[in-house]
């Protein structure tokens, strides 16, 4: 693996008090003619009520099939952490986490999907994808959003 522009890795863990996407690094991908699979599970996500200020936790699984940049995992983790303190609705979180990784990376494909644990009686499962546009990934995307069944978590 490259590492040269990895600044995380093998250094002090420094958690960011707030929302932080410019914790996210890359590395580059050394298979990129392969179409394959990443998927990322964080078990413990946690996020605040943008009303209440109460905490929301979740498990929080990214799939994507990379192309030229790759998330590097331990900037994932400060990332994903960087959510404690922040104020946001289960469906803008998963958005926003899609869309900074988009930025990142520029993936064929990603999903990112948010298993809420029930507050007030309610779960809340949003999911959210993306496929690079006028590709196949983009009929991709489509076809996984339109034929999901919403009943399934994952």
């Known amino acids: 693996m490259q590492t040269e522009n990895l600044s995380l890795l093998g250094?002090?863990?420094?958690?960011?008090?707030?929302?932080?996407?410019?914790?996210?690094?890359?590395?580059?991908?050394?298979?990129?003619?392969?179409?394959?699979?990443?998927?990322?599970?964080?078990?413990?996500?946690?996020?605040?009520?943008?009303?209440?200020?109460?905490?929301?936790?979740?498990?929080?699984?990214?799939?994507y099939l990379p192309e030229i940049d790759m998330v590097e995992?331990?900037?994932?983790?400060?990332y994903l952490?960087?959510?404690?303190?922040?104020?946001?609705?289960?469906?803008?979180?998963?958005?926003?986490?899609m869309k900074d990784l988009i930025r990142l990376m520029n993936p064929k494909y990603i999903e990112v999907i948010g298993i809420f644990t029930p507050?007030?009686?309610?779960?809340?499962?949003?999911?959210?994808?993306y496929g690079k546009p006028n590709t196949k990934y983009e009929q991709m995307a489509n076809s996984r959003l339109l034929n999901r069944d919403p009943q399934r978590s994952i």
């Open 73 to 78: 995992s331990k900037s994932l983790k400060l």
């Open 11 to 63: 250094n002090k863990t420094v958690y960011k008090d707030d929302y932080a996407p410019e914790v996210l690094e890359a590395f580059t991908n050394k298979h990129p003619q392969n179409d394959y699979w990443v998927t990322f599970e964080c078990p413990e996500f946690t996020s605040l009520c943008p009303i209440t200020g109460q905490p929301d936790f979740a498990k929080i699984h990214i799939n």
């Open 119 to 129: 507050r007030g009686g309610i779960s809340i499962h949003p999911f959210c994808n």
């Open 81 to 97: 952490f960087s959510f404690r303190n922040h104020g946001a609705f289960h469906e803008d979180c998963v958005n926003i986490i």
